[in-house]
């Protein structure tokens, strides 16, 4: 975790972004890291944990971060915590709370909110379209017995 919170010092200090930082660690070493790297990007998903992830899944040759821990220096935002359950870690750790980072000017809890709301009464319009031609491109996976499931 102090990496994480190191990392999360470095980054904002060299003003690729928030302050955030991530580990992910398996067997009790540190196999990927990342700092929030938003604005030197210019990358809204450039987060810690998703940087940290991209990492490690690349370092490990998996797309699941199988027996591998995330410690985070802060409480996963929407999109984190969305990308941390399709990584499939065994526990994440975190430092400072969803609250402390709202009360520093990161508030993710509009996110939050929204997502209890039915999609007509969203700020965000979400509507369905060509659903029918999808659908024909999802049956054929289905059909396909040499996929891959995750």
């Known amino acids: 975790m102090r990496e994480a919170i190191r990392l999360s010092k470095e980054g904002m200090e060299s003003g690729h972004g928030g302050p955030f930082g991530a580990v992910v660690v398996k067997e009790g070493e540190i196999i990927a890291s990342g700092f929030n790297r938003v604005l030197s990007s210019n990358d809204p998903t450039a987060h810690a944990e998703v940087t940290a992830i991209r990492e490690a899944c690349k370092r490990l040759k998996h797309f699941q971060l199988d027996d591998c821990i995330l410690y985070t220096s802060c409480e996963p935002c929407p999109m984190c915590?969305?990308?941390?359950?399709?990584?499939?870690?065994?526990?994440?750790?975190?430092?400072?709370?969803r609250k402390d980072a709202?009360?520093?000017?990161?508030?993710?809890?509009?996110?939050?909110?929204?997502?209890?709301?039915?999609?007509?009464?969203r700020?965000?319009?979400?509507?369905?379209?060509?659903?029918?031609?999808?659908?024909?491109?999802?049956?054929?996976?289905?059909?396909n017995e040499g996929k891959t499931l995750y």
């Open 81 to 97: 915590l969305g990308a941390i359950y399709w990584a499939r870690p065994k526990a994440v750790y975190y430092a400072n709370t």
């Open 102 to 121: 709202a009360e520093i000017g990161f508030d993710d809890d509009f996110i939050y909110r929204e997502l209890e709301l039915p999609f007509e009464e």
């Open 123 to 143: 700020a965000l319009p979400l509507l369905p379209l060509l659903r029918k031609e999808a659908l024909a491109v999802f049956e054929i996976w289905k059909n």
